[in-house]
């Protein structure tokens, strides 16, 4: 069974950045990509990009261009995504999902636990 | 990028009940668009693909429609499981982008 675990907690300063990481099992780094979607406290769900762990490509959501980014590490199966100059606003909880490479399998059907980041003074 | 608009926002309703939920998108997504279920503290869940195939698991209740720009989720004969905040995605072109939800209330 596919499992995406997550690392715990944060919290960080503003100006700060974090690192999140999401650990995969399964053969995922072959066949899948992994997304990740932040939630805001009480708001909707946000997808900010998109990566090829495969590969390494990425492809991000304009407004998380300049200030996100996503890696791996092949050796682990684990994919990171690092925000920088975090701001209040980035107080949110950070999902990773499975996604297929084809349109047909597209879809979020596993995801990670979920990583809260704080961001406070 | 494609807008996702939901309505409605919330829905007061009650165990047994059927409801229907509607997703618009700002331009045609053919059949790419998915349903996902969320309970508080939790991640989401795939409840529905391709606008109508039900992901594997899923009780029968749930059943998606629509094409192009207009999709709707019904759910059959609520469940108290079923109270929970649904959304709506698109995954026909990046950025993928979500509905803002619709939240079920116990009435």
């Known amino acids: 069974q596919v499992q995406l675990v997550q690392s715990g907690a944060a919290v960080k300063k503003p100006g700060a950045s974090v690192k999140v990481s999401c650990k995969a099992s399964?053969?995922?780094?072959?066949?899948?990509?992994i997304h990740w979607v932040r939630q805001a406290p009480g708001q909707g769900l946000e997808w900010m990009g998109v990566?090829?762990?495969?590969?390494?490509?990425?492809t991000y959501a304009e407004k998380f261009q300049d200030r996100v980014t996503m890696t791996r590490d092949t050796s682990t199966r684990t994919v990171y995504v690092e925000v920088s100059s975090l701001t209040s606003e980035d107080t949110a909880d950070y999902y990773c999902?499975?996604?297929?490479?084809?349109?047909?399998?597209?879809?979020?059907?596993?995801w990670g636990q979920g990583t809260l980041v704080i961001v406070s003074s | 990028d494609i807008q996702m608009t939901q309505s409605p926002s919330t829905l007061s309703t009650s165990v047994g009940d059927r409801v229907t939920i509607t997703c618009r998108a700002s331009?045609?997504?053919?059949?790419?668009l998915a349903w996902y279920q969320q309970e508080p503290g939790k991640a989401p869940k795939l409840l529905i693909y391709?606008?109508?195939s039900l992901q594997s698991g899923v009780p029968s209740r749930f059943s998606g429609s629509g094409s192009g720009t207009e999709f709707t989720l019904t759910i059959t004969s609520l469940q108290p499981d079923d109270f929970a905040t649904y959304y709506c995605?698109?995954?026909?072109?990046?950025?993928?982008?979500f509905g803002q939800g619709t939240k079920l209330q116990i009435q």
């Open positions: 999902a499975r996604g297929g490479q084809w349109l047909d399998t597209a879809t979020f059907d596993s």
């Open positions: 399964g053969d995922i780094f072959n066949n899948y990509y």
């Open positions: 990566m090829n762990p495969r590969r390494g490509g990425t």
């Open positions: 331009q045609s997504i053919s059949n790419w």
């Open positions: 391709k606008a109508s």
């Open positions: 995605q698109q995954y026909s072109t990046y950025p993928y982008t």
